[in-house]
């Protein structure tokens, strides 16, 4: 549980995790995607997809929407795969937490207080915070999982 917030987090979470990290072959995932309930009270899976395409996990990750119409806040993790040439190919794992600037105050505050117990549970070290499409481009996503080397 969050201890800042009172959110609890689903073991489903944690089980897409790590399926995420330790799954092999074609049928990996490459990207999960959490949001907190709507009664506010659990971190819960969204979306665990195997699709290596990064355009469709952003349309999914930002394509959430209210029933006014407004972005959804959500947490993501992306398996970001990378070349370096001749030191070899490269995976790491990246925690994105989308809280567009259209949210609520209540709902950016409850997102906060909830990410680093998120992150921390899922033992993610790499994490980036997005509150505009452009903070979610390619370039950005592969400068924080190569640490600037890609």
């Known amino acids: 549980m969050s201890m800042q917030s009172g959110v609890m987090i689903s073991d489903e979470c944690i089980t897409a995790s790590r399926s995420l990290r330790f799954s092999r072959g074609p049928k990996k995932p490459r990207f999960v995607i959490y949001k907190i309930s709507d009664d506010e009270t659990t971190v819960e899976l969204c979306e665990s997809s195997s699709e290596p395409n990064y355009e469709v996990f952003l349309h999914t990750l930002r394509g959430a929407e209210d029933s006014t119409g407004k972005p959804m806040p959500r947490y993501a993790v992306y398996d970001v795969e990378y070349d370096l040439g ?63 080397r890609a």
């Open 86 to 148: 001749e030191d070899g190919k490269r995976s790491r794992l990246v925690f994105i937490s989308w809280v567009p600037r259209e949210t609520s105050l209540k709902l950016c505050m409850l997102y906060a207080t909830t990410k680093e117990q998120l992150r921390n549970e899922l033992d993610i070290k790499l994490s980036i915070h997005a509150d505009a499409p452009d903070d979610l481009e390619w370039r950005n996503i592969l400068s924080v999982a190569s640490g600037g």
